[in-house]
């Protein structure tokens, strides 16, 4: 009996650690993960969800208020209403201040979306509801192994955001103004100081802006992988040195010798469009091919990558943590990655962006369609695109450029 | 701030008064809205300018962020610049509006329609007049296409800057557009009902029209138009949305600079927005009781009406 | 001369608005429109129709309700402070005058997280109390104006004729004040109408009224839709000035801002 206590004594501290060990997971995933996809579709029907994203884009906006919320709306009966914002870190802002106000429940941001540096920071601040993602029937579709839907900006996802679509720079200019473009981010600096005036970027931190400053910096410190490892500031320091210097005296040869800023990418595009530059810098491919059949661009308007590559990332939807409708939100984040949601916005005549979910997972009838696919006459074949990326850095190395460009190249301190 | 309102308040003299109890039921829900939200919100704001923030765990009071701002080299780049952009645009909306008020006098009731038009940039927001002001004074607007047609300019880059521009001139040139009728009708009032009789008086008297503007018109009308100016300084000093369409991207103005901070993602730079917004406030307020103050003065030596 | 001068000054802004609204294919350096074209037309009216829509019932809801709760309080006090003198006066008038000159931006900033707390930001109501904040003092001001020259002899005649307050009110005060609660309403629905930075700050996006809308389309959006929702955007308003000046015998809002 003796012999045989002391173990059993041994095995039931075991047990009830094990218990409180199940049932403190049991209730963590309680809190996230107790429904079951049908009774998140049970309790998405009639709730209105509010989705928030940057609203300059009015082919992104028909397609999200066309398209998605018809869809949506006739598929499982929720309301979807985009709220169109100028920029989302202001309701990431508005995010911390109602978390500091104690508001947890009832927040009147349903689905953000998001990447970078303000998913960053909302998964700092745990502003983020989730990880949600891999309850989506859907994400079967993504290809969860590649890197820049991994990592977004170098920030582990871990589910708590569901990728919407990808994007990478291109390049635009008219070709009847330009025959043969700088093909090299060296080139095209010459060539800016060859030719004075005829080129600009949107001020950082606008997001295109603040991407074509990443170019320059991965030219300075003449690589771009090796930033995604681990950080070494004095070489961070140096190369960030460089890239200041090589913008700020490249500021006189700018457009209106630099002394403003195109605010955001369609400035810049008005400026390409007036021929009061040469150059247009965006985050998407097809973007230019749907600006010239509307009408904004010349037909002679094409696109390129730099032969070292251009920068590309993923862009997602996430969750706020006091979202009032998040299985809304779930179910409006699934369907932006079936096939048929993603086929719609691959289409340049909608929008032209690439899909965020791997083709290759598709049966062939889905795959034949997505080949099928008009490709705009300033598109870059996939293909081509694909062979030219490269990834982002982390996102508190754009920060930092973000601030330094700020005060050195901006104010000249 | 005594606007036409009081020149003709003649009526409150000759009524008896029906006691406070009567007088406070009356005033009570206007002044209970503005206390509450308006001295509400600026209490609220200066407490978290000072840092004081409970519900963030910030309970100590500072005067850091104030001083971040003052100590901030930019500070003084942008509230020159700001105040820059509204005596401009105060000042040439007035010499503007009392022109056209002279002007409309003269045309009398006969041009209904020219009336009508003129009060149409009343209704006008801001926000569509810069984006008009960019269609057409920007390098590729239309003045520039004009100006090409007619062999001013042989290219865009020739066309001078007038949108996000360093001397503010589409920033200027909107506030004009908008705030000169507002000037006008105020002057116009107190010159239909007074400016016009006086005025026959002066021609009688074989007054010069030189001497009629400067001893009768502006006099007559220099209360009401100093209240309008003031009106319109206080908004211009105030405002963000044309700043932030048609400015430059640096140096910003304070309340463009005072929004940025308080939308930032870091959380430390939100009281230093609010410590702006406070700082733009006590500057309008400064230069609204000063001019009250010298009008007073000038006012006791007879110098205006 | 000079008629030709306003003409053209206030109405060039617009013919820009509709050329570019109305233009398909439109560049440097032609003066006119290469193409013409419904597109944006066609944007505001059915891709983003019921979102403008939406957002055009917003703010006129949000304008209204503004309004009229303005000139509801703005009466009384318009009332004892053009009828009366009293002690405090000065005081009572210093006070209501402030919020004319202090910039919405602060008060707004200031009242954002108390609004959150008390659950009313993001709300209808929220942005409602922001905007009389500012829409008041002017309507109390125009009523002001209107007392001053008003009459109430004609009340104490009523009385003495046996009318009731509510009958005083309503056939004698109401009527002859009339075109000045016009004047008061207007104002605080055009005021209310062009709020931006407020209504953003306190509705957090989600009370989304047409400057909303315009500023998020506009400083990135394609130009021809720009203009078009500017167009969008002003119409109500003339058309209230329009009714206003029919209404007023042509002298329109004249007199007061």
């Known amino acids: ?413 | ?305 | 001369m000079a008629a030709a001068g306003v003409g053209i000054a206030v109405l060039l802004p617009f013919v820009s608005l509709v050329m570019w609204s109305l233009s398909s294919r439109w560049f440097y350096p032609q003066l006119w429109p290469r193409q013409w074209g419904l597109r944006a037309w066609q944007y505001v009216f059915s891709t983003a129709g019921p979102q403008i829509l939406a957002a055009l019932g917003q703010s006129v809801l949000v304008a209204a309700t503004t309004a009229a709760i303005s000139v509801a309080i703005g009466i009384p006090a318009g009332r004892a402070l053009g009828l009366y003198d009293f002690r405090g006066k000065d005081l009572v008038s210093v006070v209501l005058i402030l919020p004319v000159i202090v910039p919405p931006l602060c008060v707004t900033m200031g009242l954002h997280l108390w609004f959150i707390i008390m659950g009313l930001a993001g709300s209808f109501f929220g942005v409602v109390l922001v905007h009389l904040t500012f829409c008041l003092p002017y309507a109390v001001f125009v009523m002001w104006g209107i007392f001053s020259n008003y009459n109430p002899s004609y009340e104490e005649q009523a009385r003495s004729l046996g009318a009731s307050a509510w009958k005083v009110l309503v056939r004698v005060i109401l009527p002859l004040t009339f075109p000045g609660i016009m004047v008061a309403g207007l104002f605080s629905f055009l005021l209310s109408w062009s709020q931006y930075l407020s209504t953003l700050i306190i509705g957090g996006g989600k009370v989304t009224t047409l400057p909303i809308l315009l500023f998020a389309l506009m400083g990135s959006g394609d130009r021809p839709v720009a203009a078009a929702v500017s167009i969008v955007f002003v119409a109500p308003a003339l058309l209230a000035l329009l009714f206003s000046a029919r209404y007023l015998g042509g002298k329109g809002i004249a007199g007061i801002r």
């Open chain 2, 1 to 305: 701030m005594t606007t036409n309102v009081t020149s003709t308040g003649n009526n409150a003299r000759t009524r008896p008064n029906p006691g406070l109890p009567v007088i406070g039921r009356l005033v009570a829900p206007a002044l209970l809205v503005v206390t509450v939200l308006f001295g509400g919100g600026l209490l609220l704001g200066f407490l978290q300018g000072l840092g004081y923030l409970p519900a963030a765990g910030m309970k100590v009071f500072t005067l850091q962020h104030f001083a971040n701002v003052l100590a901030d080299p930019d500070f003084f780049r942008s509230l020159g610049l700001t105040l820059y952009i509204s005596v401009t645009s105060t000042a040439a909306a007035a010499l503007i509006s009392i022109f056209m008020a002279l002007v409309l006098t003269s045309l009398a009731q006969r041009h209904r329609v020219v009336h009508f038009i003129f009060q149409i940039p009343l209704t006008v927001p801001h926000l569509v007049i810069a984006v008009a002001v960019v269609f057409m004074f920007a390098p590729t607007g239309l003045f520039s296409r004009a100006a090409l047609k007619l062999g001013l300019i042989n290219s865009s880059a020739s066309f001078p800057l007038l949108t996000n521009d360093s001397w503010g001139i589409g920033i200027v040139c909107t506030y004009v557009w908008k705030e000169v009728p507002f000037i006008t009708l105020m002057i116009l009032s107190v010159l239909r009902r007074t400016g016009v009789e006086l005025l026959e008086v002066g021609k009688t008297l074989k007054a010069g029209r030189r001497q009629r503007f400067f001893y009768i018109t502006l006099p007559t009308i220099f209360p009401s138009l100093g209240a309008a100016c003031l009106i319109v300084f206080a908004y211009t000093f105030g405002a963000f949305e044309v700043p932030f369409l048609l400015g430059q991207t640096y140096p910003m103005t304070l309340p463009v600079w005072a929004y940025k901070n308080y939308s930032d993602v870091d959380l430390l730079a939100r009281p230093e927005g609010i410590a702006i917004g406070l700082i733009i406030a006590a500057v309008v307020t400064t230069a609204v009781v000063a001019s009250q103050l010298l009008t007073k003065a000038a006012r006791r030596r007879g110098l205006v009406l």
């Open chain 1, 1 to 413: 009996m003796n012999s045989n206590r002391r173990p059993s004594l041994a095995s039931w501290r075991l047990s009830i650690l094990l218990v409180v060990a199940v049932f403190l997971a049991l209730n963590i995933a309680s809190r996230v993960n107790a429904l079951t996809w049908p009774e998140i579709l049970e309790r998405a029907r009639g709730q209105t969800v509010d989705w928030f994203m940057w609203g300059g884009f009015p082919s992104t906006n028909a397609y999200v208020n066309g398209y998605v919320a018809s869809r949506v709306q006739d598929l499982y009966g929720v309301k979807l209403r985009q709220v169109p914002v100028k920029d989302i870190a202001e309701v990431v802002s508005k995010l911390l201040v109602e978390k500091q106000a104690g508001k947890n429940t009832g927040g009147a941001v349903d689905l953000m979306w998001i990447n970078g540096e303000n998913f960053r920071t909302c998964k700092k601040n745990t502003l983020l509801y989730g990880p949600f993602a891999d309850i989506l029937p859907n994400q079967k579709l993504v290809d969860g192994a590649r890197p820049s839907v991994k990592n977004d900006f170098g920030e582990p996802v871990q589910g708590l955001e569901s990728p919407w679509g990808s994007a990478q720079v291109v390049m635009i200019y008219d070709s009847a103004r330009v025959p043969e473009p700088p093909r090299t981010v060296g080139d095209l600096l010459d060539w800016i100081r060859n030719h004075p005036g005829r080129f600009a970027y949107p001020a950082p931190p606008d997001f295109t802006g603040s991407v074509f400053v990443r170019h320059v910096f991965y030219y300075a410190s003449g690589d771009a992988q090796s930033w995604q490892q681990n950080f070494d500031e004095s070489r961070f320091n140096r190369a960030a040195a460089k890239t200041y210097k090589i913008l700020k005296d490249l500021s006189p040869y700018l457009w209106r010798q630099g002394r403003t800023y195109p605010e955001n990418p369609i400035r810049l595009a008005h400026l390409l469009a007036d021929g009061e530059v040469d150059f247009a810098i965006s985050y998407h491919p097809a973007e230019a091919s749907k600006m010239i059949s509307d009408g904004l661009y010349p037909d002679t308007v094409r696109t390129f990558v730099f032969k070292g590559g251009t920068i590309s990332n993923t862009h997602f939807v996430a969750i706020p943590f006091n979202a009032a409708h998040k299985e809304g939100a779930m179910v409006v984040a699934n369907f932006l990655i079936s096939p048929q949601a993603q086929l719609k916005k691959a289409d340049s005549r909608v929008w032209g962006d690439f899909p965020a979910i791997d083709i290759r997972r598709l049966d062939e009838s889905w795959q034949k369609k997505f080949a099928a696919l008009p490709r705009g006459i300033a598109t870059l074949p996939g293909s081509e695109l694909q062979s030219h990326q490269l990834p982002e850095p982390p996102s508190q190395i754009l920060i930092r450029l973000e601030k330094g460009w700020d005060q050195h190249v901006l104010k000249g301190r």
